[in-house]
């Protein structure tokens, strides 16, 4: 017995509801008493509704903050023209200002769900979907998290564990400094008494440092870790800042006319990352880094990465997925195309398209087109073979990407998130997983849909046999519709009086803007109030092959129409740019 789930598009609703299935063994995997409490915003927000309704969930809730918005007139969140008042739950803003409000907050965010029967929560690609507190203290506190466990959003999400781990199982990593507070903590310290004295200090218990052979940077890796876990810190910002100082001068020494990238263990989205070419520019940028990653709290772990900047890159990243056991990859994505450290176009990559290219160009006698394409094929690959490795070392059980940067030949990993991805559609749409009974290969189910498959994951991941990957369409493509100015910087405000549908083979995924008055069938006017971000929408769309998903990307940007007052964005560009490629 086959059964299948399709593509979510936000104009048409399919039944997902596996417990309907005639088989047994499928019927078992139903998710249909699930309790979901929604606690993102954007694009995926409206996604997880829909989804988790075509799984047959009758209960699932949203948080709505005072930037949702109660500021602007006609800037309230558009899903809540569609949802029961009784599933919506005030909150203030959801992550708060600083480690303090951070901590306030996932407590009355849990509160919310345990008063509410909420039994799972889902974060959806917002920064508390990677947050190991929030994950811990839902799991603590008896719920479940849609989602990676808190060990795997530990040991994967936090930049210098992960780095830690892929040299462990064999990844290729960019050269650089992991530790730079270990470092720091080790010369201030001198040797494993004087890490005593200091554990000692500030009242710190710490086990591994009564072993008299311990290796120091074990030891002071120990330390920090027991001086985050109380709230203490062990030395200042401004300290990191000369320790960071020294370590950039000392990769400049070797690398001479080199940059350097500084990146906050916990940062992500463009966030917590500045690049130097000067080692005494570093104080300063740690401070910033730190800041905008909202850690310059006490007992907050400020760790920051140096890096070797790899200047002509592209950048790569794998899908993954898992339940703890086995990982599985759905090919890559190439999201080089970037403006303010944000994402902007972002395309698969598949091992069957750059086969199928590969002999494309041999067959034409093109000989080193297809040459480079082939060594595209094997970077692929062995970037598939490590994140699948790196996912089970980590015990991945859900979604999560693995990040790459390809130069030339070469590809270096650069980090995992943790969560699913903004542009997590051009994988979905290129593989289906397929779930086979273990006893009879007749008896199957395929899953089209990365949000339904963490929902899965979370209820049934024990369960779970490791599933094969089918093709679907040979390629997709997404583009980031964006409120920007004419310089293409983020522009908050503007307002959409009009929004044409979206064209045959248009995925558009914007919130719910979209939705029009059931009465009239009018399109209702929303104010851009860019209170959290300047994504208006995605649209994608997908090809026999990745010219052929933008030609189509290119007719659906040409046929979009937007208009309003002050109504600036950065279509035309997309459209430019696509017709350029």
């Given at each position: 017995?086959?059964?299948?789930?399709?593509?979510?598009?936000?104009?048409?609703?399919?039944d997902?509801?596996l417990?309907?299935?005639?088989?047994?063994?499928?019927?078992?995997?139903?998710?249909?008493?699930?309790?979901?409490?929604?606690?993102?915003?954007?694009?995926?927000?409206?996604?997880?509704?829909?989804?988790?309704a075509?799984?047959?969930m009758?209960?699932?809730?949203?948080?709505?903050?005072?930037?949702?918005?109660?500021?602007?007139?006609?800037?309230?969140?558009?899903?809540?023209?569609?949802?029961?008042?009784?599933?919506?739950?005030?909150?203030?803003?959801?992550?708060?200002?600083?480690?303090?409000?951070?901590?306030?907050?996932?407590?009355?965010?849990i509160?919310?769900?345990?008063?509410?029967?909420?039994d799972?929560?889902f974060?959806?690609?917002?920064?508390?979907?990677?947050d190991?507190?929030?994950?811990?203290?839902?799991?603590?506190a008896?719920?479940?998290f849609?989602?990676?466990?808190?060990?795997?959003?530990?040991?994967?999400?936090?930049?210098?564990?992960a780095?830690?781990?892929?040299?462990?199982?064999?990844?290729s990593?960019?050269?650089g400094?992991?530790?730079?507070?270990?470092r720091?903590?080790?010369?201030?310290?001198?040797?494993l008494?004087?890490?005593?004295?200091?554990a000692?200090?500030?009242?710190?218990?710490?086990?591994?440092?009564?072993?008299?052979?311990?290796?120091?940077a074990?030891?002071a890796?120990?330390?920090?870790?027991a001086?985050y876990?109380?709230?203490?810190?062990?030395?200042?910002?401004?300290?990191?800042?000369?320790?960071?100082?020294?370590?950039?001068?000392n990769i400049?020494k070797?690398?001479?006319?080199?940059?350097?990238?500084?990146?906050?263990?916990?940062?992500?989205?463009?966030?917590?990352?500045?690049?130097?070419?000067?080692?005494?520019?570093?104080p300063a940028?740690?401070?910033?880094?730190?800041g905008?990653?909202?850690?310059?709290?006490?007992g907050?772990?400020?760790?920051?990465?140096v890096?070797?900047n790899?200047?002509?890159?592209?950048?790569?990243?794998?899908?993954?997925?898992?339940?703890?056991e086995w990982?599985?990859?759905?090919?890559?994505?190439?999201?080089?195309l970037?403006m303010?450290?944000?994402?902007?176009?972002?395309?698969?990559?598949t091992?069957?398209?750059?086969a199928?290219?590969?002999?494309?160009?041999r067959?034409?006698?093109?000989e080193?087109?297809?040459?480079?394409?082939?060594?595209?094929l094997?970077?692929?690959r062995?970037?598939?073979?490590?994140?699948?490795?790196?996912?089970e070392?980590v015990?991945?059980?859900?979604?999560?990407?693995?990040?790459?940067?390809?130069?030339?030949a070469?590809?270096y990993f650069?980090?995992?998130?943790?969560?699913?991805?903004?542009?997590?559609?051009?994988?979905?749409l290129?593989?289906?997983?397929?779930?086979?009974n273990?006893?009879?290969?007749e008896?199957f189910?395929?899953?089209?849909?990365?949000?339904?498959?963490?929902?899965?994951?979370?209820?049934?991941?024990?369960?779970?046999?490791?599933p094969?990957?089918?093709?679907?369409?040979?390629?997709?493509?997404?583009?980031?519709?964006?409120?920007?100015d004419?310089?293409?910087?983020?522009?908050a405000?503007?307002e959409?009086m009009?929004?044409s549908?979206?064209?045959?083979g248009?995925v558009?995924d914007?919130?719910?803007?979209?939705?029009?008055?059931?009465d009239?069938?009018?399109?209702m006017?929303?104010?851009?109030?860019?209170?959290?971000?300047?994504?208006?929408?995605?649209?994608?769309?997908?090809?026999?092959?990745?010219?052929?998903?933008?030609?189509?990307?290119?007719?659906?940007?040409?046929?979009?129409?937007?208009?309003?007052?002050?109504?600036?964005?950065?279509?035309?560009?997309?459209?430019?740019?696509?017709?350029?490629?």
């Amino acid at each position: 017995m086959a059964v299948s789930s399709y593509l979510h598009n936000p104009m048409i609703h399919r039944d997902r509801r596996l417990a309907k299935a005639d088989s047994e063994w499928v019927r078992s995997f139903g998710c249909e008493d699930m309790t979901v409490l929604i606690v993102c915003r954007g694009p995926i927000r409206q996604e997880a509704l829909d989804v988790f309704a075509e799984m047959g969930m009758t209960k699932v809730g949203i948080l709505l903050s005072e930037k949702d918005s109660i500021v602007y007139p006609r800037a309230l969140a558009p899903e809540l023209r569609r949802l029961d008042p009784a599933r919506v739950h005030n909150v203030q803003d959801y992550t708060g200002a600083s480690g303090e409000e951070r901590t306030e907050r996932i407590a009355e965010i849990i509160a919310i769900a345990k008063s509410n029967g909420y039994d799972y929560i889902f974060a959806g690609y917002g920064f508390m979907a990677e947050d190991e507190e929030f994950v811990r203290s839902i799991e603590e506190a008896g719920l479940r998290f849609i989602g990676p466990c808190s060990h795997t959003v530990q040991a994967a999400g936090f930049k210098d564990e992960a780095k830690r781990t892929a040299e462990q199982v064999d990844v290729s990593v960019t050269p650089g400094v992991n530790d730079a507070t270990g470092r720091l903590i080790i010369r201030k310290a001198g040797d494993l008494k004087g890490l005593q004295k200091l554990a000692k200090k500030h009242g710190l218990d710490v086990p591994e440092l009564s072993d008299k052979g311990a290796d120091l940077a074990a030891a002071a890796d120990a330390l920090l870790g027991a001086s985050y876990d109380a709230g203490v810190d062990l030395y200042t910002v401004d300290e990191l800042g000369q320790q960071v100082e020294i370590e950039v001068a000392n990769i400049l020494k070797e690398l001479s006319g080199s940059r350097i990238r500084l990146k906050a263990i916990g940062g992500g989205g463009g966030k917590g990352q500045r690049i130097v070419s000067d080692p005494k520019e570093a104080p300063a940028m740690v401070r910033e880094i730190l800041g905008e990653v909202k850690a310059l709290g006490v007992g907050d772990n400020k760790n920051i990465l140096v890096e070797l900047n790899i200047e002509t890159t592209r950048h790569n990243e794998i899908q993954l997925l898992g339940n703890g056991e086995w990982c599985i990859s759905l090919g890559g994505r190439d999201c080089s195309l970037q403006m303010h450290e944000q994402k902007l176009l972002e395309v698969s990559i598949t091992q069957e398209t750059l086969a199928a290219a590969v002999e494309r160009e041999r067959s034409a006698g093109n000989e080193t087109a297809a040459a480079a394409i082939e060594q595209d094929l094997d970077i692929l690959r062995r970037m598939e073979n490590e994140a699948e490795r790196f996912g089970e070392a980590v015990k991945l059980d859900s979604a999560s990407t693995f990040e790459c940067i390809v130069d030339g030949a070469r590809h270096y990993f650069m980090e995992v998130n943790t969560r699913i991805q903004v542009e997590h559609r051009v994988s979905e749409l290129c593989y289906a997983l397929r779930f086979t009974n273990p006893e009879d290969a007749e008896d199957f189910f395929d899953i089209h849909s990365i949000v339904e498959t963490m929902a899965l994951l979370a209820k049934h991941k024990a369960r779970l046999p490791r599933p094969i990957r089918v093709q679907r369409d040979a390629a997709a493509v997404e583009a980031r519709l964006n409120a920007t100015d004419h310089s293409l910087s983020p522009h908050a405000g503007g307002e959409i009086m009009s929004w044409s549908d979206p064209i045959e083979g248009e995925v558009r995924d914007d919130q719910g803007i979209c939705f029009k008055n059931p009465d009239t069938d009018l399109f209702m006017r929303y104010k851009l109030a860019g209170a959290y971000d300047s994504n208006i929408a995605l649209l994608v769309t997908t090809g026999d092959n990745r010219r052929d998903s933008y030609e189509h990307l290119r007719e659906a940007l040409r046929r979009t129409v937007l208009r309003g007052p002050d109504l600036q964005t950065n279509l035309q560009f997309h459209y430019g740019l696509v017709h350029w490629f």
